[in-house]
T-cell receptor, first 110, second 116 residues
Framework: KQEVTQIPAALSVPEGENLVLNCSFT??????LQWFRQDPGKGLTSLLL?????REQTSGRLNASLDKSSGRSTLYIAASQPGDSATYLC?????????FGKGTRLHILP | SAVISQKPSRDICQRGTSLTIQCQVD?????MFWYRQQPGQSLTLIAT?????????ESGFVIDKFPISRPNLTFSTLTVSNMSPEDSSIYLC?????????????FGSGTQLSVL
């Protein structure tokens, strides 16, 4: 059974710092992995999608990497801003089942 | 991309009542997904709604508790029936940009439900 774990559960960093969020999954046979952002009480916004054949994807200040063999993905946020404060979730897709992690609550301190 | 309008955005309901959540998509999609997010937890898939057929429910979820309608390719409803405080959650509908692979999920803004 696929399990997705995100560490840390919460993170506070000063504005301007670079940071890394971690996602690990137990079954490496995935189709893709997706990172989402969720603001409090709101829906999810897709940030980056990495296919199983890819190693990384970039969008602006965000870079997501994927190491299927070790069951890990990271989301790198450069030059963090207070507007980046949100919960970040990763989700893996296998056999038409999408399994979400519990997310990392990120707080950027002004 | 897909734009999903979900309503209501939030509601406070009494125990024993039912609430129907609506999702409208700006394009035709084959499958729509309904998720529940309990406080401090990850998203859990409730069911997949296909147009013209009965929804497919995940383990632990039943049609009597969460009836779903899918009258056309752009609209779906989820009803939370006979509510109890344990049903307090965020409920989200979702569609996939590529239905063949469930890639690129797009979500509605969510319905935050509190049951007293």
């Amino acid at each position: 059974k696929q399990e997705v774990t995100q560490i840390p559960a919460a993170l506070s960093v000063p504005e301007g710092e670079n940071l890394v969020l971690n996602c690990s999954f137990t079954d490496s046979a995935i189709y893709n992995l997706q990172w989402f952002r969720q603001d409090p009480g709101k829906g999810l916004t897709s940030l980056l999608l990495i296919q199983s054949s890819q190693r990384e994807q970039t969008s602006g200040r965000l870079n997501a990497s994927l190491d299927k063999s070790s069951g890990r993905s990271t989301l790198y946020i450069a030059a963090s801003q207070p507007g980046d404060s949100a919960t970040y979730l990763c989700a893996v897709n296998r056999d038409d089942k999408i399994i979400f992690g519990k997310g990392t609550r990120l707080h950027i301190l002004p | 991309s897909a734009v999903i309008s979900q309503k209501p955005s939030r509601d406070i309901c009494q125990r024993g009542t039912s609430l129907t959540i609506q999702c409208q998509v700006d394009s035709q999609v084959t499958m729509m997904f309904w998720y529940r997010q309990q406080p401090g937890q990850s998203l859990t898939l409730i069911a997949t709604a296909n147009q013209g057929s009965e929804a497919t429910y995940e383990s632990g979820f039943v049609i009597d508790k969460f009836p779903i309608s899918r009258p056309n390719l752009t609209f779906s409803t989820l009803t939370v029936s006979n509510m109890s405080p344990e049903d307090s959650s965020i409920y989200l509908c979702s569609v996939a940009a590529d239905p063949a692979t469930n890639e690129k999920l797009f979500f509605g803004s969510g319905t935050q439900l509190s049951v007293l």
